[in-house]
């Protein structure tokens, strides 16, 4: 589901330019002026109701071995990937990020060589998740279970592509109005499109994610995903 805001009108970045360029030679010889363009930027933004969220979930063990931490670190992470399991069920996926064993130094404070104290074991896992209204419960069933590091919680669309191809269409339409308010403001008439310039969309999700000390489910409130887009024409205007 998306919802289109009004695009804000920061600026127009109209610039009257003499390109002597593009009429080159042949309008040396034929007598012709250079050809006057206008370049307008415009910028829309869509906001979406966010479908799916991705939360990235650590176990970090320490130990005086790195048998040890590893050792612990699987133990916890097993009980952790069990209960995941049973949280999120068959709607969603569970996958291992990334793991790490490497050693904890100690540097003496004249300087000199550290030394080892001890070994770090880090785990981390990624639950993708379709139902939003579980995300507290997935984290509070993880930390139970023995995870005690959550690195990212991210809500996302399925399918992005229908929220850019939106954004990028209504910021050709804010670029285009512009051009056309300032060809009407300078008595000029649009002769063609020149130049499409456009930036890639990006959409960044807006949430609020609030922790508390308490036996009531970690609260999780999604917010919505917003999807930016500018596109640059560059017109070409004669006089009427």
Do not use: W
């Not at 097993?78 to 949280?87: D, E």
């Amino acid at each position: 589901m998306h919802q289109v805001i009004s695009s804000p009108l920061r600026f127009c970045a109209s610039t009257l330019i003499v390109l002597a360029l593009v009429a080159g030679r042949a309008g040396a010889q034929t007598g012709e002026p250079p050809a006057s363009t206008i370049r307008c930027t415009g910028e829309a933004s869509v906001t979406s109701v966010p479908e799916r969220v991705v939360i990235d979930l650590g176990v970090v063990t320490r130990a005086t071995s790195s048998q040890q931490a590893a050792a612990e670190n699987a133990r916890v992470g097993q009980n952790v990937l069990t209960a995941l399991r049973k949280a999120v069920g068959a709607r969603g996926t569970i996958e291992t990020v990334s793991y790490s064993l490497q050693p904890d130094y100690q540097y003496p404070q004249g300087g000199g060589a550290p030394k080892i104290t001890g070994y770090t074991a880090t785990n981390i896992v990624r639950v993708t998740d379709d139902d939003l209204t579980n995300v507290g419960a997935v984290i509070d069933t993880a930390t139970r279970a023995g995870a005690n590091q959550v690195e990212r919680i991210r809500f996302t669309l399925k399918d992005e592509s229908a929220a850019k191809a939106n954004a990028l269409r209504l910021a050709a339409l804010d670029a285009r109005a512009k051009g056309n308010a300032l060809a009407s403001a300078l008595g000029l008439q649009v002769v063609r499109v020149r130049s499409i310039e456009e930036a890639s969309p990006t959409s960044r999700p807006l949430y609020e994610l609030a922790l508390r000390s308490s036996p009531a489910t970690t609260p999780i409130l999604p917010g919505t995903i917003e999807t930016t887009a500018t596109v640059t024409l560059v017109y070409e205007f004669a006089r009427r």
